[in-house]
């Protein structure tokens, strides 16, 4: 189904299918691979038969990537060209301005934003993009800066962290901001894809392939364990593509990270932990060849709580708490983009106990969150991409 068709529907908020029933049935890339644990992988598909009633709130989105709330219900969305837009649930769309230059070649751009916990007072604003940094280079960064009273502008904006080294790469970028209970903002990043800077994720002295802790106001936020040698905002290590983060109801931060052809992993990162990358994968390399000397494990090296072979390519998570969807309590919701679904995984603990998706094949989901009144909302990825609202039928 075409996007264009696909928002048609949509914008006569017609009741879309709910559930596909037969992902599992698709064979992995690496079928030798076996997972180091039961339920690690290929969950049991949930029996939901939910349908759900999609409403597009704006279309024409050139492709949104992040998104927040603000207080009053309006949405704060990003677009990869640099533009930050302001949605109200009416529809009306309208541009804040003074943000700093992206590049948005590829995977780069602006990428994700967050509103202050006490947005209605201090009027602050958090993003994350691919900064230029000359000569082919680039980084993921993030500002800060307050919207004006006539939310025309972004004012006062400065970077409070930029991620070293800088590379002459297109992709990877990560990047999720999270606050936690604490105050302090997690940022995620990527590995950069290239062989050369891949490898970094497990170099402690750089910033590639790592969920960091900082300060709201820049440097390392405080309490984070030292790593011997390691630049000081690091959390964890050894990850690929974090563009999937989020608390779960417990405070501690959840992520879902790209692998390469196989091997999308669910985490719940802990500090000084290293989650493998590159030395350990599920999945195989684009070309077929192994990652590495192909280990799916190493003493000393995090497991995935669940994996996907085949991928979904996952790009945002949320975690269910509202009161439309009373069945979805404690679910995780992730965006798949090549799985073009919404992910729904039910967990027992840390375990994964069931898998769903929705709207299957119907667009690449870039970003998914809860609104104040319990309905769901997703980004879809496109040159024409949607804000879309779901609720249940």
């Known amino acids: 189904m075409t996007t264009r068709l696909l928002a048609a529907l949509c914008a ?6 709910a559930l596909a029933q037969d992902f599992n049935a698709a064979p992995p890339n690496a079928p030798d691979q076996r997972p180091a644990f039961a339920g690690q992988t290929r969950a049991p598909v949930i029996d939901d038969d939910t349908a759900l009633r999609s409403t597009v709130i704006a279309s024409g989105l050139r492709n949104p990537w992040g998104m927040d709330q603000l207080p009053d219900g309006r949405w704060l969305v990003t677009e990869r ?3 930050l837009r302001l949605i109200t649930p009416e529809g009306k769309v309208s541009t804040v301005r003074g943000l700093p230059e992206v590049d948005d070649r590829r995977q780069g751009g602006l990428l994700d934003v967050a509103v202050a916990p006490d947005f209605a007072q201090t009027r602050r604003v958090w993003w994350s993009y691919a900064e230029p940094r000359g000569g082919g280079r680039n980084g ?3 500002a800060t800066g307050v919207l004006s009273d006539d939310e025309a502008q972004m004012q006062n904006v400065r970077v409070i962290f930029r991620q070293q080294p800088a590379w002459d790469s297109t ?6 901001l999270v606050f936690d209970w604490q105050g302090a903002l997690f940022v995620t990043t990527g590995d950069r894809s290239l062989p050369e800077p891949r490898a970094l994720a497990q170099d402690v002295t750089t910033h590639l392939g790592k969920v960091l802790r900082i300060s709201p106001a820049g440097g390392a936020a405080s309490g984070i364990p030292s790593i011997p040698g390691a630049q000081p905002e690091i959390w964890s290590l050894g990850h690929r593509n974090l563009q999937a983060a989020t608390l779960g109801p417990d405070g501690a931060l959840w992520t879902v990270e790209h692998g390469p052809r196989g091997g999308d992993e669910l985490n719940r990162p802990e500090a000084g932990k290293n989650y493998g990358w590159p030395v350990i994968t599920y999945g195989e390399d684009y070309s077929g060849d192994p990652i590495g000397a192909g280990l799916t494990s190493k003493p000393g090296l995090e497991q995935p709580l669940y994996y996907w072979d085949p991928v ?3 790009s945002g998570m949320v975690f269910y708490d509202g009161a439309l969807f009373p069945n979805w309590q404690g679910s995780l919701l992730i965006g798949a983009l090549a799985g073009q679904a919404l ?6 603990g840390r375990t994964v106990s069931g898998e769903a998706r929705y709207l299957q094949g119907q667009g ?5 969150d809860v609104a104040s009144d319990g309905a769901v909302m997703m980004l879809t990825d496109a040159r024409n991409g ?7 039928q």
């Open 12 to 17: 006569l908020a017609l009741p879309l299918p």
């Open 386 to 392: 949607s804000l879309i609202r779901l609720v249940p």
């Open 81 to 83: 060209i640099g533009r």
């Open 364 to 368: 690449r989901v870039r970003d998914v």
């Open 140 to 142: 993921t960064s993030v």
């Open 343 to 348: 992910v729904r995984l039910e967990l027992d």
């Open 312 to 314: 979904i390519a996952p």
């Open 171 to 176: 992709a990877h970028f990560g990047s999720r």
